[in-house]
């Protein structure tokens, strides 16, 4: 018998010995997926309430689908989305169900005249006669994408900020109809015409809070995961009437943006800053810069859950 149990001993060490060769066996990763996987199967008051912060940047919120793609393939439980400007776009399509090779699609073939009228005449116009372009398109697109939800409908809860342009308040959307809040949230002032809404006159979220951690705080997260795809403003052109009004923007958000990356718990950064937000045209360069961001983030994301799960059990 004695001789049977050292034979045994002997071939799971070999066995263990071979895998770890072999393999390239990382013993603190498998603990670490092992205690992740039995964490996101608990009850949902029993692991830390997750919240994502999808931050504005124009073309560059493409990246957001990549991250998104990494978080659903590792099981991260998403329980909340808080998105400005590109941000709510993406974020209203993924929290109503839309599936993330559809939404790829989507930004991958998207074009200005798709959601906006934005074209040589009407530049022309606006500039005789003052009158700002519409995004009124982009409500229709959102709304033909998600089958005109209103936020109660949604899979995943959802809010989304806006701008007061008259008061400069900054406002937040959790209920009433999502493509509307989410166009709001997305409206570039001085180009666009704002969005009216209850006496209101609403544009791009960006002006108040470009990565809305502020607001994610309000709904009591255990753990707050924002991406970011600022870019680098000293790179910008100021030669049209987009790239100055993206620069005025990105001016007014800096300090704030420096506050809420610090208020996060994880910060997924995307290297986008070499493109512009009017180039819809690289969409499939964004996403795959978010996918791998989001793979550099992942494992300490599964840490941070593990620890966090850990502690809420544990008071």
């Known amino acids: 018998m004695k001789n049977k149990i050292t034979f045994l001993v002997s071939i799971s060490l070999a066995v263990l010995y071979f895998y770890n060769t072999a393999f390239c066996f990382d013993q603190k990763r498998f603990i670490l997926d092992y205690l992740y996987y039995k964490t996101i199967n608990l009850p949902k008051e029993k692991r ?72 040589s005449v009407s530049l022309l116009k606006m500039l005789v006669s003052e009158k700002l372009l519409s995004t009124q398109k982009m409500e229709r697109y ?73 607001v994610a705080k309000l709904f009591n997260p255990d753990i707050i995961i924002t991406v970011a795809v600022s870019a680098d403003i000293t790179n910008n052109s100021f030669d049209n009437v987009f790239f100055s009004l993206f620069q005025a923007i990105y001016i007014q958000g800096q300090q704030s943006d420096r506050i809420n990356l610090n208020m996060s718990d994880v910060i997924i950064a995307p290297k986008v800053d070499n493109i512009s937000a009017i180039e819809l045209n690289k969409a499939e360069e964004c996403i795959d810069a978010g996918f791998i961001a989001g793979k550099q983030s992942i494992e300490k994301i599964k840490k941070i859950i593990v620890e966090k799960t850990y502690e809420k059990n544990c008071k």
């Open 142 to 214: 959102i709304n033909q994408m998600i089958g005109n939800k209103y936020f109660f409908q949604l899979n995943i809860p959802f809010v989304c900020v806006a701008t007061d342009i008259k008061t400069g308040e900054k406002i937040i959307f959790k209920e009433g109809k999502v493509a509307m809040a989410a166009r709001a949230s997305a409206t570039i002032p001085g180009l666009f015409e704002p969005v009216q809404y209850r006496q209101r006159f609403l544009v791009d979220g960006g002006l108040v809070e470009n990565i809305p951690v502020s």
């Open 48 to 119: 830390p309430k997750i919240i994502l912060v999808l931050g504005g940047g124009g073309a560059r919120g493409f990246a957001h689908i990549g991250v998104l793609k990494v978080l659903k393939e590792a099981n991260v439980p998403i329980d909340m989305v808080v998105g400005t400007s590109m941000g709510a776009i993406i974020g209203s399509l993924f929290c109503s169900g839309v599936d993330l090779e559809e939404i790829k699609k989507i930004a991958e073939d998207i074009k200005w005249k798709d959601i906006s009228n934005l074209n």
